[in-house]
């Protein structure tokens, strides 16, 4: 499974950058850092050599299309984010016969990830810790995601996206998601583990011990 960050922090990304295949972002996201979002999106792209998800800021299905176009022109490795509307699929139908890599985002159910596919999207990016937010299970929408792109061989690979844990991770890899893309938090619990770190201190101990 490929992992990505789910941030606009530069800090953050330079310090897993090492892992990363690749990044997303959000207005959000975006408006947290405080910072241009074509400035932000260009430096992201000078540190991580994968697939860089930048989100439309517009509406209508043209207005998605001019303003992904010029997106995609920032760096080769932009993903134009839409959100899962009409308009949005209609756009992310006209940007993907342009060559442009397609995310689309804010999915909700496995019909409007159908439908995505059917747009011709690069990417499809269903909200997890959204649905956990609301009482309903997120990851079932992965299983059931996974399951329709298997059964009719979709390209479109299933982006895990809103996660908050790592058992988020995990079980989207159990699953076989392609992408899952996450907060710093939960990749920096990822690493850990209450006995690696009781663990190293006996070795570092021990050595301390060795004859010299
Ligand atoms: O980038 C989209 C998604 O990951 C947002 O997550 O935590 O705001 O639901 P969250």
């Given at each position: 499974?490929?992992l990505f960050i789910?941030t606009a922090e530069i800090e953050e990304i330079r310090k897993y950058a090492f892992i990363l295949d690749g990044v997303t972002t ?7 850092s405080?910072r241009?979002?074509?400035d932000v999106i260009q430096e992201i792209c000078k540190i991580v050599d994968g697939p860089i998800s930048a ?19 920032i760096h080769?490795n932009v ?105 710093a938090?939960?990749i ?25």
């Amino acid at each position: 499974m490929k992992l990505f960050i789910d941030t606009a922090e530069i800090e953050e990304i330079r310090k897993y950058a090492f892992i990363l295949d690749g990044v997303t972002t959000n207005p959000t996201l975006i408006m947290k850092s405080g910072r241009k979002f074509e400035d932000v999106i260009q430096e992201i792209c000078k540190i991580v050599d994968g697939p860089i998800s930048a989100e439309v800021t517009t509406l209508t299905a043209p207005e998605m299309i001019d303003q992904g176009t010029k997106l995609a022109k920032i760096h080769k490795n932009v993903v134009v984010k839409v959100p899962c509307t009409i308009e949005g699929l209609k756009a992310c139908k006209e940007l993907s016969k342009k060559g442009i890599k397609v995310n689309v985002t804010l999915v909700f159910s496995a019909n409007q990830a159908l439908l995505a596919a059917k747009s011709g999207a690069f990417v499809v990016s269903p909200f997890i810790g959204r649905l956990d937010d609301i009482g309903q299970t997120g990851l079932d929408l992965i299983e059931e995601i996974v399951k329709i792109y298997k059964n009719y061989n979709y390209k479109t690979q299933v982006l895990v996206a809103s996660v908050r844990n790592p058992i988020h991770v995990k079980v989207a890899g159990e699953i076989g998601a392609d992408i899952c893309t996450c907060p710093a938090a939960v990749i920096d619990a990822m690493f850990k583990h209450a006995l690696t770190d009781v663990g190293l201190q006996k070795f570092m101990d021990d050595a301390k011990k060795v004859k010299k």
